[in-house]
């Protein structure tokens, strides 16, 4: 094999590894909010499941909050469900410096509630916690971009419905903010609100 048919696998290699994770497929559908600019310091939502899982098509779903950073590195939290699993399982998963990580940890009941959060913290360490929980830190700067969305990676998925309540950002004071970004959805997705911090996506 000539250098350049190495490197060029190597590239082809890199790529899959990168873009291969439950939240970073080539092709992906959100509903939710995400906030404009990258000046933010945390973001947290209380999610509700569905009574009954939903149908999946060719691919699974995932409910979450997450901070992205300029060179797209992130860490998020929530839950996912995916074909050959029993129900909504919690998760952390990030990607630092390139190098991604996932960890399940574990499940969240249907019709019930729990508050994820990823914030900057103290330590200078962006933290990921379910339920009040801190469940992992990594070093990813300082303010990023923050969002709390569903995703699905086909269109024949039925997304949730899943409810967000109490979202909120944190501001560059370190101040938690009701969140005031409409959210919005991806076609063939669909979003309801009461307000800005308190909406359904389907």
């Given at each position: 094999m000539t250098k350049k048919w190495v490197s060029l696998f190597s590239v082809i290699c890199t790529v899959f590894f990168?873009?291969?994770s439950s939240s970073t497929y080539a092709e992906s559908y959100y509903a939710g909010v995400t906030k404009p600019g990258s000046q933010y310091l945390g973001?947290?939502?209380t999610i509700t499941t569905p009574s009954k899982l939903p149908t999946l098509g060719t691919s699974g779903e995932s409910a979450w909050v997450t901070n992205?950073?300029?060179?797209r590195d992130w860490i998020?939290?929530?839950i996912r469900f995916y074909s050959g699993y029993p129900?909504?399982?919690t998760y952390v998963e990030h990607t630092v410096n390139g190098a991604y990580g996932m960890q399940e940890i574990g499940t969240h009941l249907l019709s019930s509630s729990?508050?994820?959060m990823v914030q900057y913290g103290s330590d200078s360490k962006w933290h990921a916690y379910i339920g009040g929980y801190d469940k992992g830190s990594w070093s990813l700067g300082t303010n990023n971009n923050v969002q709390a969305n569903a995703e699905t990676h086909s269109?024949?998925?039925q997304m949730g419905p899943f409810q967000f309540t109490g979202v909120q950002y944190?501001?560059?004071n370190g101040v938690w903010k009701a969140n005031d970004t409409a959210p919005r959805a991806d076609s063939p997705y669909h979003v309801s609100k009461t307000d800005n911090s308190n909406y359904k996506v389907y």
């Open positions: 990168l873009f291969g973001m947290t939502a992205v950073t300029p060179s998020q939290t929530g129900g909504f399982a729990v508050k994820y269109t024949n998925t944190k501001n560059t």
